[in-house]
């Protein structure tokens, strides 16, 4: 079984300011990992995800997130942030030896961005 | 092509009723997964549909829920004797194969509110 923690469960950034989201992750087995977002009123939508190969993802909307496997992470960021980013986003991740995809999702970080 | 529609958007209902909730998912794809997600908590896996295999009902909270698929196309939660807990937003979505690597299209959610 597997375990995401979002180690924030908000964010307020100004606008054009960096911003990191933290995921950390617990699992016996190697995994997939997902970042999603969720803009208000809407269903999530993917960001970016790792599957394999280089440890940096790039994503839509100029995400991105880097998978480093020894510390169990994959944090997303933005180097400048617009006021169009403000939504929930939602760390996820799947088991690479099941051969279905079952999810589990960490409790989602609310980033507020402010002009 | 359309996306994951799901009905009604918003329900609103008194305790003790039962509710149906109606998933679309995308043409063409096979995996169509139920979440419910509460105020403040991530995305709780329900129920997993995969083609004609049979459903994953192993994140179902209680007898009260249940879900079919009619012809591996719309699928329908049913929850009976609401309770308060109960309320939530109801996710659905699809995927095109069902895999650990696959991308998981949501729906835009159906509030569900229990009086």
């Known amino acids: 079984a597997q375990s995401v923690t979002q180690l924030d469960s908000q964010v307020p950034v100004f606008e054009e300011a960096p911003v990191e989201l933290r995921c950390n992750y617990s699992?016996?087995?190697?995994?997939?990992l997902f970042w999603y977002v969720q803009y208000p009123n809407q269903g999530l939508q993917l960001l970016l995800k790792?599957?394999?190969?280089?440890?940096l993802v790039k994503g839509i909307n100029g995400f991105e997130a880097e998978f480093n496997k020894s510390q169990t992470s994959f944090h997303l960021r933005k180097p400048s942030v617009h006021i169009s980013d403000t939504a929930e986003y939602f760390c996820?991740?799947?088991?690479?030896?099941?051969?279905?995809?079952?999810?589990?999702f960490g409790a989602g970080t609310q980033v507020v961005v402010t002009p | 092509g359309a996306g994951v529609s799901q009905s009604p958007s918003n329900k609103v209902t008194e305790k003790g009723k039962d509710v149906e909730l109606r998933c679309d998912p995308i043409?063409?794809?096979?995996?169509l997964y139920w979440y419910r997600q509460s105020l403040g908590q991530g995305l709780e896996f329900l129920i997993y549909?995969?083609?004609?295999?049979?459903?994953?009902k192993s994140g179902l909270p209680s007898d009260r829920f249940s879900a079919e698929r009619t012809g591996g196309s719309v699928s329908t939660l049913t929850i009976q004797r609401t309770q308060q807990e109960d309320s939530a937003v109801y996710l659905c979505?699809?995927?095109?194969?069902?895999?650990?690597?696959?991308?998981?299209?949501f729906g835009p959610g159906t509030r569900l509110t229990v009086l």
């Open positions: 790792y599957l394999s190969g280089s440890t």
């Open positions: 549909f995969q083609g004609n295999s049979a459903p994953d």
């Open positions: 996820a991740v799947s088991d690479q030896t099941d051969s279905w995809g079952k999810f589990q």
């Open positions: 979505a699809s995927s095109l194969q069902g895999l650990s690597t696959d991308t998981q299209y």
């Open positions: 043409s063409g794809h096979t995996a």
């Open positions: 699992s016996s087995v190697s995994v997939y």
